[in-house]
Each structure stands twice: as C-alpha cells, then as structure tokens.
C-alpha cells in the first residue's frame, strides 16, 4: 500500500522518464543527432572518398552551398519543385474542396461507399500506382489518350514531352491525394451549423452566395490546415518522377529530393546533397510561415 | 430544377468521380490477367478476353516475388507492434504521469514534426552503415520504432483517462508498469488500432528510406523491386500490372476493413492546429 502521495510522486518521477526513454532515445539518435549531423555535413567535402576513410573529409565552410547556387540543376529542380507545390497544391486542395462538396450534398446516395471510393487511391503503394498511370499515360495504348481522342481532342505525349512532364506528374499526384484532404473538408463542413444556410435561404441567396459567405469562411481555419499539410507534403515530391520520368525528359521533373537523392547516393556528393537538403528545408520553413501569416491577414 | 431532377444530376455526377477515381485501379485489376500483349491493343480492352493467372505464377516463381513480399510483411508487421509499445509508452506518460521537464520535452518533440525526415537521411545511412545494417530488414526498421506523430496522438488520446481510475489502481497496490499493462492499454484500444493501421501502411508504402539501405533485390521491399523490375519490364504491361497489385490490394483490404479506425485517425492528425 502505497497512499502516500509523496511516495506516488517520486515513483511517478522515476516512471515517467522510464516510460518516455525508449521513445526519446530513438528519436534522439536516429532523427535528432542526424539531423544536426546533416547540418555538419553540409560544411565539409565529404564525398566517396570520405565513405572509405572518413578522415578524408575537410570542413569547406559554406563552398557547397556557393556551388549550389550557381548550379543550374539546382535552380531546375527548385523550379520544377515550385511548379509542383504552385500549381498542384492548389490545384488538390480545389479538387478536395470540390469532391467534399459533392460527397456530403443532401441529395447523394451511398455517402459512405462513396467517401471510401474516393479515399482509397490515398491508401495505395505511390510507387505501384505511379507504375499504373505511366501505362495509363502511354501515348498509344494508353486509356487516357485514348479517352482524349474519343473526345476529339489530340492526343498528348504525357511523359515524353518536356512541357507535359510536370502537368502529367501533377495530374497524377492530384488524383492520388485528394482523398485525404476531402475527408478534412468534410468534417469541416459538418461543422457549419445548418441554421446559418436557412437563414441566407430565407434571405434568398442563392447557392453560390451561400457558398461565398457561408461556407468558405466556415471552412476557414481547415484552409490553413489542409493548406500547409498539402504544401509540405508537396515539396517532399520524390518517388512520382523517379519512377515514372526518372527526372526526364530533359531533366523537366528533377525534384529538390530526387536532386538530393542522386548526388548523395548515385554520386555519393554527401556533403554536397546535405546542403541541398538545409535549402529545401529552409525553404519550408519560410514558406510555412508565409502561408501562415498570409491567412492570418486574410481573415482580418 | 425540380428535387428529382436535381438528385439525378447531383447523384450521376458523384457516380461519375467515383468511377474516374476508380479506373486507374479497376484497370490495373483488369489488365494482370491478360495475355502479354493484350493490354496494348486498340482500342484498349477494359476486361480481359481470355483471363489468365500466367503473370501472377511468373511473379511468385521466376522472378522471386514472394522474397519481397515477405520483406515488406515482416518490416511492416515488426516496425507496427514495437513503435506501437514505444510510443504508447511514451504517450501516456507524457499525458498522464507527472514528473518534472515533461511538458518542455513534450513541445520540443512536437516542433520536430515539422522537419521534413528527408533532411537526416545522409547521416542516418552513414549510421546505418557504421552499425553493418546497410541491407538488412532492421536497418529499414530502426529510424521508425519511434514516431512523434505516434507519441502525439496517443498523449491526445489518454488525455481523456480519468486521474481517479489510475489513482485507485495505484491505492491498491498496482505498480506504474502494471497500470499501464492492465488499465491504460485496453483504454488506448481505439486509438492503438488507429495508429497500427497508419504505421502498417505507411511502412508497407515507404519508398525512398529502403531504397537507400537496400541494394540486394533479394533484401528489397515490394516498393522496391517494382521500381526496379520495371525497368527491365517496362513492355511487359500485363505483368507490371500484376506487380502492381500484388502490391497494392493487400493494403486496400486492410484499409477497407480498418476503415472507420483510418479515417477517424486522419480527422484526429488534422485538429491537431
């Protein structure tokens, strides 16, 4: 029997920092101590030489990210990840907005199925499904030409082409996440109280007047959220281009982390690719923050 | 417009996102059990004319399949159940016990979830390869037997564990382990069953990670020797196809039987603002 309380709270102390130590010890060493490791690493040479004898390795200061700046890969890539994060992150979130709308209208049947339906392409391996639609996109047998060109439009080289890379690789990415934001929009808008649209009803406004001041400033706050997921999430853009594109044509979807990848581990530039990865970070970081700050202004 | 009339259409355009959505994975279905060739016909067949399983019986014999899959089964299996008890552990403590530092440890965790986990992966391989881990299961395994999402989610959750449940457990004699195992464990139930569905499949899925401590096609996950076998098979549609599912429906089953417990986890990631 132990009722005493300063007995409890010593064993409590003493459990506590037992309970919490193998989660801490692993993420202190195998993501902390890394990440601050990286930052190092992104001051020295180290390169394959340096995998064989890491003596090898000389700190250079900041001569990495002075090269990086003056790659012309780098700045591809940045684009190319830019045009993926502004062009695809609105465009999912729209998509999002939209298949919410739909899915939770009075009117539809089978709610359930239907939001299942729609969230499922979220579940699924990326790299099988970007296997899939790079079939889907072939030029000639592909279902998706196909279906252009039984609406009488021309067919479009998806991957092949350097200015349908991205949009393809975007279309694609659209396709597979908007599930997941869908949901998000979905439950903010069971969170708009019913009584706000009678009320505009009976003031006569119309659909898209209710939607313009009642649903989207209900939906304000899940904006910034599904917002700022959906933009890190983007900047994150890897496997979509290594299997399908393999960052071609004429390197028009090298991601920052397909950059990343390729330097330090095809090349084993390790220091080097260290750097490209505080940029991205850095980027981010000032981009989340800016996103935060503009709604914020927004809404005043 | 009147209201039927107005359900129809509302109705017929949902069925057609749905079927849009769906197409990419039905046709995937559709064409693993063509003939070789016969996907890339014109026009392009939606169901296969004479169904046969040859691309699924190639995968699991010539070309070893059933290696990788069981890499992906165990690496997912084992990184579910032990980052499952670590950051239960973790969680509740962090939730629950009161010792001192907990709350400023708590919020240095979380700004960690921000950081991107692409930004330590240079060094964590060079530790990986200091340990001899390079191309073993537990070298892909032992960046993830923890997670700050997990630790989060669970602390949110077992902050609604009544105080007077655990002090009575503990006015009658119970030890803090033996609360957790006996008291907190089946109240985490809803929440554990959450969290190992979000851990199985996004180890199951997890692609650049295994990609750089695996580099012997024997070792690979499922991810990983698609991505490879489909540079030497790029023509052979129907078996990519077959690849492809083979990969992806165990997933869509767990998923469709874990639904309500998924899709309660991403509303509870997403409130987290």
Not at chain 1, 31 to 37: N, S
Request: hydrophobic share 55%; net charge positive; aromatic share 10%.
């Amino acid at each position: 029997m132990s009722a005493d309380p300063r007995g409890t709270h010593v064993t409590q102390t003493r459990a506590g920092w037992l309970f919490v130590s193998p989660a801490l010890g692993l993420i202190g060493v195998f993501f902390v101590v890394p990440v601050v490791v990286g930052l190092l690493l992104s001051f020295t040479d180290f390169d394959i030489y340096a995998l064989g004898d890491p003596s090898v390795a000389r700190i250079v200061g900041v001569r990495n990210y002075a090269q990086i700046v003056s790659d012309r890969e780098f700045w591809g890539a940045l684009r190319n990840t830019l045009t993926f994060v502004l062009g695809g992150g609105p465009l999912s979130v729209l998509a999002s907005l939209g298949a919410a709308l739909l899915v939770n209208a009075r009117l539809v049947r089978f709610k359930s199925v239907l939001r299942v339906a729609l969230f499922s392409p979220v579940v699924t391996t990326l790299v099988a499904v970007a296997i899939v639609w790079r079939y889907l996109y072939h030029p000639h047998y592909g279902l998706i030409d196909f279906a252009l060109r039984g609406l009488g439009l021309p067919a479009v080289d998806w991957l092949g082409d350097p200015h349908w890379a991205m949009p393809a690789i975007i279309l694609f990415s659209v396709w597979k996440n908007f599930g997941y934001n869908m949901l998000i929009f979905v439950a903010g808008l069971q969170n708009i109280p019913e009584e706000q649209y009678e009320a505009a009803r009976i003031d006569g406004a119309g659909g898209w007047a209710r939607f313009r001041h009642i649903t989207v400033p209900g939906l304000g706050p899940t904006f910034l959220l599904v917002g700022v997921l959906t933009m890190i999430g983007q900047f994150q853009l890897f496997a979509e281009p290594y299997v399908m594109t393999a960052g071609g044509p004429l390197r028009s979807t090298v991601s920052l982390i397909l950059l990343m990848y390729e330097q330090g581990f095809r090349w084993w530039r390790l220091g080097y690719a260290a750097a490209i990865a505080f940029i991205l970070l850095a980027i981010v970081l000032v981009a989340t923050l800016v996103q935060m700050r503009l709604q914020r202004l927004e809404r005043r | 417009m009147s209201r039927p009339a107005r359900a129809l259409v509302v109705n017929a355009a949902v069925a057609a996102v749905a079927i849009v959505t769906l197409v990419p994975l039905l046709w995937m279905v559709s064409a693993s059990f063509m003939p070789p060739g016969a996907a890339n016909t014109m026009p392009p067949p939606l169901v296969p004319r004479t169904p046969t399983l040859e691309h699924y019986v190639a995968l699991f014999t010539r070309l070893n399949l059933l290696r990788n899959f069981l890499n992906s089964l165990l690496i997912s299996g084992v990184t579910t159940i032990v980052s499952l008890f670590i950051n239960a552990l973790a969680g509740y403590a962090f939730a629950k016990l009161r010792f001192a530092g907990r709350d400023r440890v708590f919020q240095l965790l979380v700004v960690g979830l921000v950081v991107p986990a692409q930004v330590g992966m240079l060094p964590l391989f060079l530790m990986v390869r200091g340990l001899g881990l390079v191309n073993t299961p537990w070298g892909v395994m032992i960046a993830a037997l923890a997670s700050i999402f997990g630790i989060f989610m669970i602390r949110q959750y077992a902050l609604g564990i009544p105080d007077e449940l655990l002090d009575a457990a503990r006015v009658d004699g119970a030890g803090e382990f033996q609360i957790f195992r006996r008291v907190v464990l089946p109240l985490l139930r809803p929440i554990l069953v959450t969290l190992a569905a979000f851990s199985f499949l996004g180890t199951w899925n997890d692609f650049l990670w295994p990609l750089i401590v695996l580099s012997d096609e024997r070792k690979f996950t499922l991810p990983v020797a698609l991505a490879s076998l489909v540079g030497e098979h790029v023509l052979d549609t129907e078996l990519m196809m077959a690849g492809a599912g083979v990969t992806v429906v165990p997933v869509l089953i767990l998923f469709l039987v874990l639904q309500r417990s998924y899709i309660r986890g991403v509303l509870m990631g997403s409130v987290k603002g």
